[in-house]
């Protein structure tokens, strides 16, 4: 079993580019198969959700290249409309094939997919979308057969303003004769960028980032060369490793804009943050200010994914920040490990109050999930003597390499292998 292994108390200085998003990638591989031409991606990290859906993609009868950090994707030969068991159970974003394979065979099978144990994230909001397409869904012994043959441009309207099911259902409709709007849609960056990969490959989308989506039916799509949006969460996780150490770094290759909410908090809690352009620094003060609260939120407001990141640095923060987790119901897990390692976080329901500490001990800490492995990993920069984080793999579903960035840093980190 891999472990990050960190000896905490070294202050973080230096500069680091940050790779795309896995968030970004994932979709827009997906999307890759609404061609038969080859299309390739490039800056793409090497994270194993991203090496999972490669081999969906291989099994459904795709070729799947890398070359050093380029991702080629050529779907000439896909013939199967039938999502591998196994393989889909492993990521929660093998979702996101439901609605291109829609769009080329007009029928699907999927089993539920899997990922992070941060909540129920059922996916009902995905084939509400897509029944109103008119796609007919069946249920049978686990399976989603999907009938999409009397498919039509529709107005679809979310109950919820989920990511992967707006995603899913602009995929869908991106060759459906007559327009398809979309209402009450997610807002976040990451969709803004699969519409702008879609357009790219020829499709008519317009509206990401607002409330209502635009969907224009063509009668194909070609492949192109596309280079995915840059990861906030990653960047976020830097800053805030930055911030806990007292440290000053500078990040490349960010959007600035997509950091406002994350940006925002740093700021109350003393950090100075400097934009320009596709960089941002963070000057951390010796001690951390409280943040008064913290509400996850669809984007625009802050994102779930950076919330425990944000309670693992308010921990040492002087005086008591209160964070209120609204997306899923499971994103604090993690503060019974911050607790022992010496923390004072308390959970009710889906509130945490955390009352900062003077000091946090190393600890061995098991990461649960993507985010508080990374949160852990956070903690563990600034806690005195040795922090060890079980089941990094966990970690590489969304970080290149996490231990090679905060080493890059100043950090005393390495990846261990230990008896599970």
């Given at each position: 079993m891999d472990a990050l292994r960190i000896r905490g108390g070294k202050r973080l200085s230096g500069e680091w580019r940050v790779?795309?998003?896995?968030?970004?990638?994932?979709?827009?591989?997906?999307a890759s198969i609404l061609t038969d031409e080859t299309s390739v991606l490039l800056d793409c990290p090497e994270l194993s959700d991203i090496g999972y859906m490669g081999e969906i993609l291989r099994t459904l009868g795709c070729e799947v290249h890398r070359q050093g950090s380029?991702?080629?994707?050529?779907?000439?030969?896909?013939?199967?409309?039938?999502?591998?068991?196994?393989?889909?159970?492993?990521?929660?974003?093998?979702?996101?094939?439901?609605?291109?394979?829609?769009a080329r065979f007009r029928k699907a099978a999927v089993t539920f997919p899997g990922g992070c144990e941060?909540?129920?994230?059922?996916?009902?909001l995905h084939l509400s979308g897509l029944k109103q397409l008119g796609v007919q869904i069946h249920e049978v012994e686990g399976v989603i057969r999907c009938d999409g043959k009397n498919?039509?441009?529709?107005?679809?309207?979310?109950?919820?303003?989920?990511?992967?099911a707006t995603e899913n259902v602009m995929m869908a409709a991106v060759m459906l004769h007559g327009k398809t709007y979309l209402h009450n849609v997610a807002r976040e960056p990451e969709i803004i960028d699969l519409q702008r990969f879609l357009n790219e490959m020829g499709a008519k989308v317009s509206g990401a980032g607002s409330h209502t989506i635009c969907v224009e039916?063509?009668?194909?799509?070609?492949g192109v060369r596309y280079r995915p949006m840059p990861d906030r969460i990653v960047a976020g996780t830097l800053l805030a490793a930055a911030a806990v150490t007292g440290g000053s770094i500078k990040l490349t290759n960010v959007c600035c804009q997509d950091m406002y909410a994350i940006c925002s908090k740093l700021k109350e809690m003393g950090c100075v943050i400097l934009e320009n352009d596709d960089t941002i620094?963070?000057?951390?003060?010796?001690?951390?200010?409280p943040f008064q609260q913290l509400q996850t939120q669809p984007h625009p407001g802050f994102?779930?994914?950076?919330?425990?990141?944000?309670?693992?640095?308010?921990?040492?923060?002087?005086?008591?920040?209160?964070?209120?987790?609204?997306?899923?119901?499971?994103?604090?897990?993690?503060?019974?490990?911050?607790?022992?390692?010496?923390?004072?976080?308390?959970?009710n329901g889906r509130t945490a109050i955390v009352q900062g500490v003077n000091v946090l001990y190393g600890a061995r800490v098991t990461a649960r999930d993507l985010?508080?492995?990374?949160?852990?990993?956070?903690?563990?920069?600034?806690?005195?003597?040795?922090?060890?984080?079980?089941?990094?793999?966990?970690i590489d579903r969304g970080y290149e390499r996490l231990e090679d960035m905060l080493t890059a840093l100043g950090a005393d980190i390495e990846r261990i292998t230990i008896d599970a």
């Open positions: 790779h795309s998003a896995k968030n970004a990638v994932l979709p827009i591989m997906a380029a991702l080629e994707i050529d779907p000439r030969e896909m013939s199967r409309h039938e999502m591998p068991d196994g393989l889909a159970k492993k990521i929660r974003s093998s979702i996101f094939l439901l609605g291109p394979i829609l941060i909540g129920m994230r059922p996916i009902d498919m039509h441009a529709a107005t679809v309207h979310f109950d919820y303003p989920s990511v992967g039916g063509v009668n194909r799509l070609h620094s963070i000057h951390a003060p010796e001690h951390l200010r994102p779930t994914d950076m919330q425990v990141q944000m309670l693992a640095i308010a921990t040492l923060a002087k005086g008591t920040s209160i964070i209120v987790e609204n997306v899923f119901e499971n994103r604090f897990t993690h503060a019974g490990d911050l607790n022992r390692m010496g923390a004072n976080v308390v959970v985010r508080g492995g990374a949160a852990l990993t956070i903690a563990g920069l600034k806690a005195k003597g040795e922090t060890l984080v079980e089941h990094a793999a966990l």
